[in-house]
T-cell receptor
Framework: DTEVTQTPKHLVMGMTNKKSLKCEQHMGHRAMYWYKQKAKKPPELMFVYSYEKLSINESVPSRFSPECPNSSLLNLHLHALQPEDSALYLC????????????FGPGTRLLVL | GENVEQHPSTLSVQEGDSAVIKCTYSDSASNYFPWYKQELGKGPQLIIDIRSNVGEKKDQRIAVTLNKTAKHFSLHITETQPEDSAVYFCAASIPGEGGSARQLTFGSGTQLTVLP
């Protein structure tokens, strides 16, 4: 089973709202990733957690705040977003941070009004 | 850093024909090359991958070839079907330094349309 789940599937929020995206995997993977994908573009890496510690932060604005409560869960807390942050947010996982193969979830479609 | 170029950006084929998508990479340290298929409204799905110690890999109707000298790799889909219609992304990955996490560098994507 190579399933990564994400909730919610869709999210609409105003620029003053606070919301969270959730990602879960039960494959025993120890690395988890957040990507942002705009329409007709490839995914862009935002954050990498390896063994529940933030390993990579690709200069993402502070209005995006990742959290890894345990090895199966990854959250992305959103606050004071801008309309240009509207995108598909993808979570992925791999066996470890140095492992090659990443498995993606279905994504959360975010619209910021 | 690594740079991956992917061509063509759009590809239309008749059902039953073959489709080929090509990618080139810049960093000779890249040693892992996955291909992802992304259907509308879904996340990328890994369909095949190849490591630098292998020149070709096949899985039913899908094959990937790698030319390390020329730094390019290609996806071949034979006997295409309408359900093959999707966006395909190639990617290249370099081992992280000092055991740090690997990162995938994606190509720009190819919209494949299989016409019935």
């Amino acid at each position: 089973d190579t399933e990564v789940t994400q909730t919610p599937k869709h999210l609409v929020m105003g620029m003053t709202n606070k919301k969270s995206l959730k990602c879960e995997q039960h494959m025993g993977h120890r690395a988890m990733y957040w990507y942002k994908q705009k329409a007709k573009k490839p995914p862009e890496l935002m954050f990498v957690y390896s063994y529940e510690k933030l390993s990579i932060n690709e200069s993402v604005p502070s209005r995006f705040s990742p959290e890894c409560p345990n090895s199966s869960l990854l959250n992305l807390h959103l606050h004071a977003l801008q309309p240009e942050d509207s995108a598909l947010y993808l979570c992925a996982s791999s066996q470890t941070g140095t492992s090659e193969t990443q498995y993606f979830g279905p994504g959360t479609r975010l619209l910021v009004l | 850093g690594e740079n991956v170029e992917q061509h063509p950006s759009t590809l239309s084929v008749q059902e039953g024909d073959s489709a080929v998508i090509k990618c080139t990479y810049s960093d000779s340290a890249s040693n892992y090359f996955p291909w992802y298929k992304q259907e509308l409204g879904k996340g990328p799905q890994l369909i095949i991958d190849i490591r630098s110690n292998v020149g070709e890999k096949k899985d039913q109707r899908i094959a990937v070839t790698l030319n390390k000298t020329a730094k390019h790799f290609s996806l071949h889909i034979t006997e295409t079907q309408p359900e093959d219609s999707a966006v395909y992304f190639c990617a290249a990955s370099i081992p992280g330094e000092g055991g740090s996490a690997r990162q995938l560098t994606f190509g720009s994507g190819t919209q494949l349309t299989v016409l019935p």
